[in-house]
């Protein structure tokens, strides 16, 4: 008799299922310290590993990356702006109690028309 198997088993174990994606807020990033590595970078931007090597290789990456020996760093500051997190940026520009920018309100509008005919 023929013993080969012709079947593939029904007893194959589960795909690996990757695990979810972290999510990073504002003090967790700022305790990262003044630089973080271009890995915890990438995972804050939501870019694969793959992705963020090879962004940094061509110089495509989202935010100034520092080269130094074989490692690849990563500035915070750089990162909280990309984000608008920074301090000094606020995230929504406030308006007055009118609702209008300080800047709209202080503009005051086209200058009128010069009439092309002399008066006299």
Do not use: C
Not at 27 to 38: F, Q, V
Not at 39 to 57: Q, V
Not at 72 to 83: I, N
């Amino acid at each position: 008799m023929n013993d080969r198997r012709t079947r593939t088993p029904t007893n194959r174990p589960d795909p690996i299922e990757a695990p979810p994606r972290r999510t990073w807020d504002i003090g967790e990033i700022r305790a990262l310290g003044a630089t973080t590595d271009l890995l915890t970078a990438g995972e804050i931007l939501g870019i694969s590993r793959n992705s963020t090597y090879r962004l940094a290789r061509s110089g495509a990456f989202p935010v100034p990356v520092i080269h130094v020996g074989k490692q690849y760093r990563v500035a915070v500051a750089g990162l909280l702006v990309l984000l608008q997190l920074d301090a000094q940026t606020p995230l929504v520009e406030p308006a007055d109690a009118a609702g209008l920018n300080a800047l709209d309100a202080a503009d005051p509008g086209p200058a009128p028309k010069r009439s092309d005919t002399p008066t006299t």
